[in-house]
């Protein structure tokens, strides 16, 4: 489903090819290799916690999970079974790391922990995890697309890293920006409305075809209604929602 951010909440189509094709997407790009393993913070049926699944299948890496989140299990979890990715808000990640420091639990394993910021402040968050060696990389994605649709090269610094958005997961996915008033392709650096076509992106809406009609051009690419600016066809920095939206 969607979250409603895209006018009303939508249920979107996705095929099975997809799915699988984007898991090992995600595997590829976030560099899950066996012998990894994945902490799953975010619960199942959000796109978020589907895609990391997706990823964590698609590589054969186990997965590690609690039927009810707890920050400090969490943290426990990641040092007994040497988990290496998580995916999760800076807020949970945030809590993870703030109960490993007061129970002294080493969180070494963790070498990607890749949040998508819906806190209006990171406060001291990035620094404290660089200190615990973790290494923390922005994303982006909906339901349209699937999460981890993008995300920031591990190998940047950290106040590149700490941006919503980055290089687009999938081969072949392309990125660009539209004006928002003229409908003019943008040069890069410029900020409009981001438009994706990507080998992820959903069949349709169910049962919806206009409202497919309007979120998918006869290029392909999906109308994000996010704003935000390209730095390369493959690569994009997120601004904001396209008008006044409250994401919950």
Do not use: W
Request: aromatic share 6%; with cysteine; hydrophobic share 40%.
């Amino acid at each position: 489903t969607t979250s409603g951010t895209t006018k009303q909440p939508k249920l979107v189509v996705h095929d099975q090819q997809t799915l699988i094709r984007h898991g090992h997407a995600v595997a590829r790009a976030f560099g899950m290799t066996p012998g990894d393993a994945l902490l799953l913070g975010a619960p199942f049926c959000g796109a978020f916690g589907f895609s990391s699944a997706l990823g964590a299948l698609a590589a054969g890496v186990p997965m590690v999970t609690s039927p009810v989140l707890d920050a400090g299990e969490c943290a426990r979890q990641i040092a007994q079974h040497g988990v290496t990715h998580t995916f999760a808000n800076n807020e949970l990640l945030d809590r993870i790391l703030a109960a490993a420091e007061a129970d002294a639990l080493p969180l070494a394993s963790l070498r990607i922990a890749g949040f998508a910021s819906f806190a209006p402040s990171l406060d001291d968050f990035p620094e404290r995890a660089e200190k615990a060696g973790i290494t923390l990389v922005g994303l982006y994605g909906s339901s349209e697309l699937q999460a981890l649709t993008a995300g920031q090269p591990a190998d940047r610094s950290l106040a590149e890293r700490q941006r919503p958005g980055g290089v687009l997961t999938a081969d072949g996915a392309r990125v660009r920006a539209r004006d928002v008033e003229t409908g003019a392709i943008l040069p890069h650096g410029e900020v409009g409305e981001i438009e994706i076509r990507s080998p992820s992106l959903m069949r349709c809406y169910l049962d919806n075809p206009e409202a497919t009609a309007e979120a998918i051009d006869a290029d392909g690419y999906f109308h994000t209604g996010d704003l935000g600016h390209t730095v390369s066809e493959r690569e994009f920095v997120f601004h904001a929602r396209r008008g006044d939206f409250l994401r919950l």
